[in-house]
């Protein structure tokens, strides 16, 4: 898919879980896979989307990068670590001060199986691109979560400022049992 389509490239993402037994870094692995190779199990279960944040969060990706990265927290030890000014040599992205505020507000109970997710669209041109985000569409199917999202571009013919931004989202999802995570275009 050509860059600035808004859409995603026709292959799954799918990223490593990030665990708190793995010192608070953010050491997951990311691997693409082709289309058909996950969903293993039965059928969709829904995950409850309990809260949202949408944001701008200067992190991975550079201008015209089509793809989106999903980072997922299951352990309060590495989600607190990740709200934390950032350390020198950190490989986690930083949370900007605003959004940590608020984040940090959250009553996430990862022991009951809640989770945090961040999805980040990478660098855009101007700040008309945002993250959409199907919450009713977010689903479990064996060990793979599924989120519905997609980048929005600027309405033809609109003014926008000239300036890159780092569109994300967090998502404060319901219990759920998820290794992997797949973002599907909607």
Not at 6 to 16: I, Q, T
Not at 153 to 170: D, E, H, K, R
Request: hydrophobic share 40%.
């Amino acid at each position: 898919m050509s860059a600035g389509t808004g859409g995603f490239a026709p292959r799954s993402l799918w990223v490593g879980i990030v665990f708190g037994a793995l010192g608070g870094g953010l050491a997951g692995c990311l691997a693409i896979a082709p289309d058909g190779a996950a969903g293993q199990g039965g059928g969709p279960v829904p995950v409850e989307v309990r809260q949202r944040l949408e944001g701008n969060c200067p992190g991975p990706g550079r201008p015209g990068d089509d793809g989106v990265v999903a980072t997922a927290f299951q352990a309060a030890d590495t989600w607190r670590g990740h709200l934390a000014a950032p350390a020198a040599g950190r490989s986690s992205p930083a949370v900007p001060a605003p959004l940590a505020a608020v984040l940090g507000t959250w009553r996430v109970d990862f022991s009951a199986g809640e989770s945090v997710v961040r999805l980040d669209a990478g660098a855009r041109p101007n700040p008309g691109h945002r993250l959409k985000v199907a919450d009713a569409e977010t689903v479990v199917q064996g060990d793979l979560l599924v989120i519905s999202g997609s980048v929005e571009l600027p309405a033809p013919g609109s003014i926008q400022a000239q300036v890159i931004t780092f569109p994300c989202v967090y998502l404060h999802l319901g219990p759920a049992n998820y290794r992997r995570i797949e973002i599907a275009g909607g």
